[in-house]
């Protein structure tokens, strides 16, 4: 079950507090920041807020005020003197603006898979259709295990992250179906060619490292899928990436 540091929920027209709703299962989207450091500094605030707003639009959620209504309600909740470890959810549907904080965990070096047979729903955005994936994640220790969602034996993502997958040196990732989060772009532009792929079940024994990352998890490396007992055979590409993503950190400046 999630410990909240915080949660509180606001009426969208005139910023009023509300009773906390979640908005899980609404017809809106959420982003989730990582906020670490006292003070504290949010990793990649600027590009998470933007891509916000972009599926805002999108989904034709946006209001012209919205973004600094958003900024207004993330700075009144956040405490200059107060050391952090959290992911900050930000969700929003046509009434409410939701704003969560929970301790973040970091993962463990023994992280397994597990394959699940589902698709997200419209997986190009961050919606708030999660309901089938937190039932999954709500019985796990998400420290030290995650779903592998798959449809037609192809695998997506997981329930938290996106998946990279090693073979003979190149980074490969599924074609379609997938949300490219912030991390994602983050690597892609960083440091790497990722190749675009369909990435079967049948053929994950021909990978030698499977990794997450996201907000949520950093960079994660997946020592086994017990379902098809696959297992890591080194780490690194996830001493590559853990490496850029710390100096990413580093670099990170504290949240005005």
């Not at 949300?179 to 960083?190: D, S, V, W």
């Not at 853990?242 to 949240?255: A, G, N, R, V």
Request: glycine share 4%.
């Amino acid at each position: 079950m999630v410990t909240y540091l915080l949660k509180k929920s606001y009426q969208l027209k005139n910023l009023e507090e509300v009773n906390f709703n979640d908005l899980w299962g609404d017809y809106g989207l959420f982003t989730t920041m990582w906020i670490f450091g006292k003070p504290p500094k949010i990793l990649f605030f600027k590009k998470h807020i933007k891509k916000l707003i972009k599926s805002l639009k999108v989904y034709k959620l946006y209001k012209i005020d919205i973004e600094k209504k958003i900024l207004k309600l993330i700075k009144l909740n956040i405490k200059k003197n107060k050391k952090y470890n959290h992911l900050l959810r930000v969700a929003v549907n046509k009434n409410i603006i939701s704003i969560s904080l929970r301790k973040r965990f970091n993962p463990k070096r023994e992280f397994n898979l597990k394959i699940v047979n589902y698709k997200r729903y419209d997986p190009m955005f961050k919606n708030l259709r999660y309901q089938v994936i937190l039932k999954y994640l709500s019985k796990m220790d998400t420290s030290k295990s995650d779903i592998a969602l798959c449809n037609n034996k192809k695998i997506f993502e997981s329930g938290t992250s996106n998946i990279l997958f090693i073979k003979k040196n190149k980074i490969y990732s599924p074609i379609s179906n997938i949300y490219k989060g912030i991390t994602f772009n983050f690597f892609k532009k960083k440091f790497i060619k990722i190749v675009k792929k369909d990435i079967f079940i049948k053929s994950l024994h021909e990978y030698d490292e499977i990794i997450l990352i996201g907000s949520g998890k950093g960079v994660a490396s997946v020592k086994t899928i017990n379902d098809i007992k696959w297992r890591r055979k080194n780490f690194k590409f996830y001493n590559i990436l853990s490496k850029l993503y710390k100096t990413e950190m580093s670099k990170c400046s504290i949240y005005k």
